[in-house]
């Protein structure tokens, strides 16, 4: 029910930006979408976590992060092709020549109304959670749900496991305070916040502002900007495929030292007054491969893995908290930062934030391939000192 809340508020926000009369109308219907996404982000990836047969959880949170990143190639290709359509003229109509040719960008925001509406009439198909179920005291339905899901057998164990961790959760505050839950919850946060601080939202909300200051027109940094999405897409399938081969913190530290190097790469083009062309944009295109099979994916398959099941839903809350926190500081900055510090010094100071990345990923965060959430529990509640890398 929450979740279908979170899809009116997407297509109240979409409609009303796109008819809103005023900036301050404009930023209210963004508020309310803001709203959305943070009910949204919290409650998909514990949803899907909660529904999946347990040898699937880890993949189908990794597919999570791949959706968002073909929702966003999604809307960097509308975007640039609404821009397309609005210099052709073809309309007679004054409310569609204002939508969709005089200010295009009601109709970019705007559009967002259909996967707002496909989301909403999706969730009434699903079943709700069973762990949720368990919680109101409907066993039956629970088990009715699991047993479409893993089968009768495995869901009479499983719904068992439901109702002792749920026992046990109402006693789990105190948890926190161990050391090896307060690592856990410290290197969560930190990655999720570091997550953001190292710049993919400046790229993936201004792209366009900076493929321009680099001498790229609108329409060409928009079609920048779809080559941008698509490469994010790809390279979060290759995280799919590989990240239980070679396991998380391979991943996330050549990932991150990737980020590292083209970040500095493209602080530099700008100092030199050499950003401009293919050569920006290959650097860009780097960075957002590294991104996209390492920090992307890899912190939200960690965040799943490496909390007790006693602490996981409120860990969790506090890592995704976390996300939006960062995600709403480098939203705010990026623009005045771009002003006033400029580009080079900009991009400079998320590569700075690599490094304590790629420290916590080599120092601090223990390899989970292959282990069971159990082995990991008792990895933490066994800790006791800084782990061996």
Same mark, same amino acid.
Do not use: H
């Given at each position: 029910?929450?979740?279908?809340?979170?899809?009116?508020?997407?297509?109240?926000?979409?409609?009303?930006?796109?008819? @809103?009369?005023?900036?301050?109308?404009?930023?209210?219907?963004?508020?309310?979408?803001?709203?959305?996404?943070?009910?949204?982000?919290?409650?998909?990836?514990?949803?899907?976590?909660?529904?999946?047969?347990?040898?699937?959880?880890?993949?189908? !949170?990794?597919?999570?992060?791949?959706?968002?990143?073909?929702?966003?190639?999604?809307?960097?290709?509308?975007?640039?092709?609404?821009?397309?359509?609005?210099?052709?003229?073809?309309?007679?109509?004054?409310?569609?020549?204002?939508?969709?040719?005089?200010?295009?960008?009601?109709?970019?925001?705007?559009?967002?109304?259909?996967?707002?509406?496909?989301?909403?009439?999706?969730?009434?198909?699903?079943?709700?959670?069973?762990?949720?179920? !368990?919680?109101?005291?409907?066993?039956?339905?629970?088990?009715?749900?699991?047993?479409?899901?893993?089968?009768?057998?495995?869901?009479? @164990?499983?719904?068992?496991?439901?109702?002792?961790?749920?026992?046990?959760?109402?006693?789990?505050?105190?948890?926190?305070?161990?050391?090896?839950?307060?690592?856990?919850?410290?290197?969560?946060?930190?990655?999720?916040?570091?997550?953001?601080?190292?710049?993919?939202?400046?790229?993936?909300?201004?792209?366009?502002?900076?493929?321009?200051?680099?001498?790229?027109?609108?329409?060409?940094?928009?079609?920048?900007?779809?080559?941008?999405?698509?490469?994010?897409?790809?390279?979060?399938?290759?995280?799919?495929?590989?990240?239980?081969?070679?396991?998380?913190?391979?991943?996330?530290?050549?990932?991150?030292?990737?980020?590292?190097?083209?970040?500095?790469?493209?602080?530099?083009?700008?100092?030199?007054?050499?950003?401009?062309?293919?050569?920006?944009?290959?650097?860009?295109?780097?960075?957002?491969?590294?991104?996209?099979?390492?920090?992307?994916?890899?912190?939200?398959?960690?965040? @799943?893995?490496?909390?007790?099941?006693?602490?996981?839903?409120?860990?969790?809350?506090?890592?995704?908290?976390?996300?939006?926190?960062?995600?709403?500081?480098?939203?705010?900055?990026?623009?005045? @930062?771009?002003?006033?510090?400029?580009?080079?010094?900009?991009?400079?100071?998320?590569?700075?934030?690599?490094?304590?990345?790629?420290?916590?990923?080599?120092?601090?965060?223990?390899?989970?391939?292959?282990?069971?959430?159990?082995?990991?529990?008792?990895?933490?509640?066994?800790?006791?000192?800084?782990?061996?890398?």
């Amino acid at each position: 029910m929450v979740l279908l809340l979170a899809a009116t508020l997407f297509s109240i926000s979409a409609i009303g930006c796109a008819v @809103s009369g005023s900036f301050t109308t404009l930023v209210l219907y963004r508020l309310i979408g803001g709203m959305g996404v943070g009910i949204a982000s919290m409650l998909s990836p514990m949803y899907i976590s909660e529904i999946s047969p347990p040898d699937l959880r880890g993949r189908l !949170v990794a597919l999570y992060q791949f959706s968002i990143t073909l929702g966003i190639l999604c809307s960097f290709f509308v975007n640039a092709r609404l821009l397309d359509r609005s210099a052709e003229g073809l309309l007679d109509n004054e409310v569609l020549q204002l939508i969709f040719k005089d200010e295009v960008w009601r109709a970019m925001l705007g559009m967002e109304t259909i996967p707002a509406l496909l989301f909403f009439f999706l969730l009434t198909t699903i079943p709700k959670s069973p762990r949720w179920l !368990v919680v109101k005291g409907q066993i039956q339905k629970a088990s009715r749900i699991l047993g479409r899901i893993v089968g009768p057998e495995s869901a009479a @164990s499983e719904i068992e496991e439901i109702i002792e961790t749920i026992s046990v959760e109402k006693r789990s505050l105190k948890m926190v305070l161990e050391p090896g839950i307060k690592m856990a919850v410290f290197i969560g946060v930190s990655l999720a916040v570091l997550q953001q601080f190292t710049g993919i939202d400046a790229v993936i909300y201004y792209g366009p502002k900076i493929l321009e200051q680099a001498g790229f027109g609108l329409s060409e940094a928009l079609g920048g900007q779809v080559i941008i999405g698509f490469i994010n897409m790809a390279f979060t399938v290759l995280a799919i495929l590989t990240i239980d081969k070679f396991g998380r913190k391979p991943l996330l530290i050549t990932g991150t030292a990737g980020m590292l190097i083209s970040l500095a790469a493209i602080g530099l083009l700008f100092a030199l007054d050499m950003a401009e062309g293919i050569l920006l944009l290959s650097f860009i295109l780097v960075f957002i491969a590294c991104f996209a099979f390492s920090l992307g994916p890899v912190v939200w398959v960690i965040l @799943s893995e490496i909390y007790p099941n006693r602490i996981r839903g409120r860990a969790m809350s506090i890592a995704t908290l976390g996300v939006w926190i960062g995600t709403s500081i480098i939203g705010q900055t990026i623009p005045i @930062s771009l002003e006033n510090l400029g580009p080079a010094l900009t991009f400079w100071i998320f590569a700075l934030f690599c490094i304590p990345t790629i420290y916590i990923g080599a120092r601090l965060v223990p390899e989970t391939k292959g282990k069971t959430l159990e082995e990991i529990e008792r990895y933490w509640l066994k800790y006791k000192k800084q782990p061996e890398p």
